[in-house]
């Protein structure tokens, strides 16, 4: 379809590995939204990108969590060393222009094991 | 720092009744305000936004919200409950710097909605 798109949809994991998140994006949107959203919980923001650049990212909570966006399309979430404190829904969302309304992905749910 | 609170965690409405869910949100500027829904294994919606002008905001679904300045508040109502409203209903308040929005936006922990038939 012509919306945001995650991938994988669901991803287990064992403690320490590595995992990668992708978001593509509505075609044209100019600005990319990563959240995460904990059982019980709001959205909780992350990061956001300007095209490739990377505007924000005060809300990714430790250095093992890195974003970018090299070409200003589609855009990776990687997650180093995982923790079972990680385990979450991470959400994309993107927008056409800086201003204008999130449209938000089905989101990739991460269970640390 | 923005902060939204919605209090009540789970609404139980019979189907046909009207629908109230409040929000109150704290930031010290004029906020932009959001009502957003989430219906299982699907990502949010917008129902609804406020940026400024008129206080009573028409949304999708035949949603509304009041923007009540004094009372921080950003109160999501519905006349008539239908069934497929039984959902997640998030607030959340957006920054803003020189009249744009920065892209953040601080979302309430949600209100679960049932609506009995």
């Known amino acids: 379809g012509a919306g945001v798109s995650q991938s994988p949809r669901y991803k287990v994991t064992k403690r320490g590995q590595d995992v990668a998140l992708r978001c593509d994006p509505i075609s044209g949107h100019v600005s990319l939204y990563w959240y995460r959203q904990a059982l019980g919980q709001g959205p909780e923001f992350l990061t956001y990108?300007?095209?490739?650049?990377?505007?924000?990212k005060s809300g990714l909570p430790n250095d093992r969590f890195s974003a970018e966006r090299p070409k200003g399309s589609f855009s990776t979430l990687e997650i180093q060393r995982t923790e079972q404190r990680d385990s979450a829904m991470y959400r994309c969302?993107?927008?056409?222009?800086?201003?204008?309304?999130?449209?938000f992905g089905e989101g990739s749910r991460l269970t640390v094991l | 720092a923005q902060s939204v609170t919605q209090p009540d965690i789970h609404i139980t409405v019979s189907e046909g009744a009207s629908l109230e869910l409040r929000c109150n949100y704290s930031?010290?500027?004029?906020?932009?305000l959001f009502w957003y829904v989430q219906s299982p294994g699907q990502g949010l919606q917008l129902l609804l936004k406020y940026f400024s002008g008129d206080t009573l905001v028409q949304g999708i679904k035949g949603f509304e919200a009041e923007f009540k300045r004094s009372q921080s508040s950003f109160n999501l109502r519905k006349p008539s409950v239908h069934w497929s409203d039984a959902a997640e209903y998030f607030c959340a308040v957006g920054a803003t710097d020189r009249g744009s929005t920065l892209g953040r936006l601080y979302f309430g922990r949600g209100t679960q909605l049932t609506v009995w038939p």
């Open positions: 969302a993107s927008s056409r222009t800086v201003t204008g309304e999130l449209f």
């Open positions: 930031y010290g500027a004029t906020p932009y």
């Open positions: 990108f300007n095209y490739e650049a990377q505007q924000d």
